[in-house]
């Protein structure tokens, strides 16, 4: 059954990444990794958050739910357009637009949180991102960036569907995303993070050491 949905997310893949994400982002346990990851950041009720890469607008749908102001940008306009429509079906307040970090940095919008997820190893230069995510941070902000480590080989996939029982659907997901994740050393991501501007840096490990989450603050001194 896992490869029959194995061979349904490669389709998916063919006709897009809008569609594929989109169908990811409805799974119960692919949604709740990333759910989970910023419900951990605990971020206040109020607070200006930039999702950047938010493709199909799901997670800043759940930060608006929250009580968050949130911005989500994407350079995909069918994952922009797919963002809006789901944004519209949940009646979220919720922005979004096809734009990019580097674009907004000119702009005087600045933020209380800048994060995102499985964008900073797939970028050409994540320093540059990081430096214009300090950038677009209100003095005493926050980051936070979760990335797949090299921790997620095909053995620790399959022992942690195992321990969690996930069902075909899920573990089909997490098999394809082991097979084509790029991943990023923590200890390396914790250094970029540093050189642009961040302090305080803090890592902790979801599923088991696949990915790591790190978060770090803009001090007064290095915000714009």
């Known amino acids: 059954m896992s490869t029959l949905y194995a061979l349904y997310l490669r389709l998916l893949m063919v006709t897009g990444a809008p569609r594929l994400f989109g169908r990811?982002?409805?799974?119960?346990?692919?949604?709740?990794v990333l759910s989970g990851w910023t419900d951990r950041l605990s971020i206040r009720a109020g607070a200006r958050v930039l999702e950047m890469g938010c493709g199909p607008g799901r997670?800043?749908?759940h930060l608006e739910a929250a009580g968050a102001s949130v911005l989500g940008i994407d350079r995909?306009?069918?994952m922009v357009d797919l963002a809006e429509r789901t944004a519209r079906a949940h009646?979220?307040?919720a922005r979004f637009a096809r734009t990019s970090a580097e674009e907004m940095a000119t702009t005087a919008e600045h933020f209380d949180w800048v994060i995102a997820a499985?964008?900073?190893n797939i970028v050409a230069n994540p320093l540059d991102v990081l430096r214009t995510a300090v950038q677009l941070t209100s003095p005493g902000g926050h980051g936070a960036f979760l990335v797949p480590t090299p921790a997620m080989t095909t053995a620790a996939a399959k022992a942690y569907a195992k321990r969690l029982r996930l069902g075909p659907?899920?573990?089909a997901i997490l098999g394809t995303w082991q097979g084509l994740a790029k991943t990023m050393d923590p200890s390396h991501?914790?250094?970029?993070m540093s050189?642009?501007?961040y302090h305080g840096i803090r890592t902790d490990f979801p599923m088991d050491g696949m990915l790591v989450n790190a978060r770090g603050q803009v001090s007064p001194s290095t915000a714009s």
């Open 24 to 32: 990811l982002l409805r799974d119960p346990w692919y949604f709740g």
């Open 59 to 61: 997670l800043s749908i």
């Open 76 to 78: 995909s306009a069918g």
């Open 91 to 93: 009646a979220s307040a």
């Open 118 to 120: 499985s964008l900073l």
């Open 169 to 171: 659907f899920s573990r």
């Open 189 to 192: 991501l914790v250094e970029l």
């Open 195 to 197: 050189d642009a501007g």
